[in-house]
T-cell receptor
Framework: QKEVEQNSGPLSVPEGAIASLNCTYSDRGSQSFFWYRQYSGKSPELIMS????GDKEDGRFTAQLNKASQYVSLLIRDSQPSDSATYLC????????????FGKGTKLSVIP | GAVVSQHPSRVICKSGTSVKIECRSLDFQATTMFWYRQFPKKSLMLMAT?????????EQGVEKDKFLINHASLTLSTLTVTSAHPEDSSFYIC????????????FGPGTRLLVL
């Protein structure tokens, strides 16, 4: 069984701070990685995807990938109360499968 | 772009009845659609993967005769929960994979099923 591990949180950060969300995965065949945000009672919405080692920035979000360490992270700069949600890490199950394995998510709370 | 709708958003039914959930990709063609189930405070669990025009592939432990999936077109997939029981009460979410967009999945808003 392929595993995706995330700290469940809650992770509390003050408004304006940087939130750092971490994820490790066990499937060495994974080549594509996704971060989704899920508000309580809602379905996931895509935040970012990353495919290559290193950093990828999109607005206030930066995804970091290290395939050798099987580690992917998401940084949220200038955190806002509206960022309060559960963040799901989802590696693809092996290259080309198009299937995702979801972690349990990290609950982020941004304190005004 | 990449909008997925689901209907109904919420359904309550009696034990033993069947419930059909529709999933539509509104502005793209979904080569592959996925059905997930999420229990409270748990992660999304993939139930099945369906490709247009072919039989769905079910995850281990998911009964294909209980959860019937039809992917009749590139924009529509349906999940029918047959003979529903209270333990089937959950949040069912579908997603579509854009034919042109690679691995990214776009999720519908989900259907909350309560079986009494």
């Amino acid at each position: 069984q392929k595993e995706v591990e995330q700290n469940s949180g809650p992770l509390s950060v003050p408004e304006g701070a940087i939130a750092s969300l971490n994820c490790t995965y066990s499937d060495r065949g994974s080549q594509s990685f996704f971060w989704y945000r899920q508000y309580s009672g809602k379905s996931p919405e895509l935040i970012m995807s990353i495919y290559s080692n290193g950093d990828k920035e999109d607005g206030r979000f930066t995804a970091q990938l290290n395939k050798a360490s099987q580690y992917v992270s998401l940084l949220i700069r200038d955190s806002q109360p509206s960022d309060s949600a559960t963040y799901l890490c989802a590696p693809e199950r092996g290259a080309g499968s198009y299937q995702l394995t979801f972690g349990k998510g990290t609950k982020l709370s941004v304190i005004p | 772009g990449a909008v997925v709708s689901q209907h109904p958003s919420r359904v309550i039914c009696k034990s033993g009845t069947s419930v059909k959930i529709e999933c539509r990709s509104l502005d793209f063609q979904a080569t592959t659609m996925f059905w997930y189930r999420q229990f409270p405070k748990k992660s999304l669990m993939l139930m099945a993967t369906s490709n247009e025009g072919s039989k769905a592939t079910y995850e281990q432990g998911v009964e294909k005769d209980k959860f019937l999936i039809n992917h009749a077109s590139l924009t529509l997939s349906t999940l029918t929960v047959t003979s529903a029981h209270p333990e089937d009460s959950s949040f069912y979410i579908c997603s579509g994979n854009n034919q042109l967009g690679g691995e990214t999945q776009y999720f519908g808003p989900g259907t909350r099923l309560l079986v009494l």
